[in-house]
């Protein structure tokens, strides 16, 4: 296996990056996930727009979109596989013990790893903690997924493999990597930007593709939704069959049913909607 590491290809077992990166001692750094079919990578030119986007937003220079490119083709000619998590990850780079950036410059790393075609359905908890709609770094892509961490582990503990969140006023907002969609009265509501969720590529062109309306909802709106399904750059669409206790009939239901065989037929007319 071989990764992109300081503008070229090293070998996994060898490539190292230092142990002052900001990017591991504070979290000050930024990543894409991006689905790879047969070597190539989906919605490539919407997940760099989203990287250019995080760094200007933590203060990191923009990244060099045609190195990435560069990284992502060698890395994935390098590790052939029928369906890849590509991973980007851009750090603030070498810097001191504290959150002050050095002046090293930033650093890149793409690698990849085998994946699998997730289930039509899963079930999903919700959790006590929230979502900061008016943080410094909301909507923004970083690598400061402790929190993720923490409530995934439970959603596990729970036999489900995805949280949701609540923000800081009740309203329903994401999960640990993925975001929600609900049906009411067989219209599709996903929540706003501006709720603090992240702005997902996979949740875009679901909006796009299905007309999807962006809405401020209650977390109590998982009760009675008559549909949940969740979506992520690894999930596309997938139906949700149980919400903590609460168990939701004939998954997928018709709306996500439709939903999901119109991103499958969209997505392959090419791969870089």
Known sequence: MKLWLD????DIETARVS????????????FETVKAVHGRPFALTRHLDRLTRSARGLG????DLDEVR?????????????LGRLRITYTGGHGPLGSDRGEHGPTL????????RRPDATAVITVPWTRNERGAVTGLKTTSYAENVVALARAREQGASEALFANTVGR???????????VLDGEIHTPPLASGCLAGITRALVVEWTGAQETELPLSVLEDADEIFLTSTLRDVQAVQRVDGRRLPDVPGPVTAKAMRVFDERAGDGLDP
């Open 7 to 10: 503008g070229g290809l090293q």
């Open 172 to 182: 329903l907002c994401e999960g640990t990597g993925s975001n929600v969609f609900v």
């Open 60 to 63: 990191l220079p923009d990244p």
């Open 70 to 82: 560069r990284a992502c083709t060698a890395v994935l000619d390098a590790n052939p596989m029928p």
């Open 19 to 30: 142990v002052f990166d900001h990017g591991l001692t504070v979290g000050d750094g930024i």
């Open 109 to 116: 790393v793409v690698a990849v790893g085998e994946s699998a």
